[in-house]
């Protein structure tokens, strides 16, 4: 559960474009220098940036009928 006491808030991401099937992988990385979340295919290749809010996007888990991707902003 998010706390908003925290500042912390749950989003979603539904897209065909934005969030891959179940095959993809989801994570977060401070690779941009901010916490973003990121998807990449399960096979390999390069990860694909969901996010670029200035505040941190993280801890992201895809549904379970793998169309939508819930992070934490």
Known sequence: ????RHGF???????DAA????EA???DSLQSG???VYVVDAE????RCLTEDPTAD??????HDGRSLYFSS
């Not at 559960?1 to 908003?4: D, R």
């Not at 808030?9 to 897209?15: E, I, N, Q, T």
């Not at 993280?58 to 549904?63: E, I, K, Q, T």
């Open 1 to 4: 559960m998010f706390s908003q």
């Open 9 to 15: 808030h749950a989003r979603c991401l539904v897209s």
């Open 19 to 22: 969030v891959a099937d179940t």
């Open 25 to 27: 992988i989801a994570f």
């Open 34 to 36: 901010n916490w973003d």
């Open 44 to 47: 390999g290749g390069r990860p």
């Open 58 to 63: 993280n801890v992201p888990f895809f549904a």
